[in-house]
């Protein structure tokens, strides 16, 4: 076993070990961390396969933006882990039809003539001027341009969905104008009323 090959399954069990972790630690935080722990693993796994930029942008977006949004969101939230696993039992019967479903449909395609030594062999070392970016792009731009363009059209459906879904006005919601509070006047808000001045009775003279 060479160097690259104890480095790889050393990174590929822990990338195992964090992955099951993720779906049956109890706690969301826990969970959270550990998609982090599973999300540095496969970085590093890019590393070996020398594809650097998208090692860093798996780590930079997901990590450094994604994850930290969602730690941020979870432990803001009064989540109530009761209330959570209500059900639990009965989904279990569907969810695990899903999870053998997949797990079969992974094994066809990793144990397929696709993969392997024979035909996925280690890649070559590359010379000092070799851009990974630059070829990233051109098979994104030229081989899978179509592929490309169609994920951004649904990312862009996707953004506008939200604004959509965010910005719409419920008759039962209670919401403020700030273009209508700026133009409040005093007089719309302030109303100045005169009243007599009374006095107050003096004890002894309601006696009279």
Request: aromatic share 12%.
């Amino acid at each position: 076993m060479t160097y690259t090959t104890a480095i790889f399954y050393f990174f590929a069990a822990i990338l195992v070990f964090a992955g099951l972790r993720v779906i049956t630690a109890r706690n969301p935080v826990h969970a959270a961390l550990f998609l982090v722990l599973a999300f540095f693993t496969a970085a590093g796994l890019w590393m070996l396969l020398e594809a650097e930029f998208l090692a860093i942008t798996l780590v930079l977006v997901y990590v450094g933006a994604v994850m930290v949004l969602f730690l941020f969101v979870v432990m803001m939230l009064d989540i109530n882990l009761d209330k959570l696993r209500e059900g639990f039992w009965d989904y279990l019967p569907l969810a695990g039809f899903v999870s053998v479903l997949l797990m079969i449909e992974m094994a066809l395609i990793l144990c397929s003539r696709h993969f392997g030594l024979d035909v996925m062999a280690t890649p070559e070392p590359h010379p000092a001027d070799y851009s990974n970016t630059k070829e990233l792009g051109r098979l994104l731009y030229t081989d899978y341009v179509y592929a490309f363009e169609l994920a951004a059209v649904i990312l862009l459906v996707a953004i506008v969905a939200a604004i959509a879904l965010t910005l719409r006005r419920r008759k039962d919601s209670k919401y403020i104008d700030p273009a209508e509070q700026v133009k409040v006047k005093r007089n719309d808000r302030l109303r100045i009323v005169k009243m007599q001045a009374t006095k107050k009775p003096q004890a002894g003279e309601g006696d009279a």
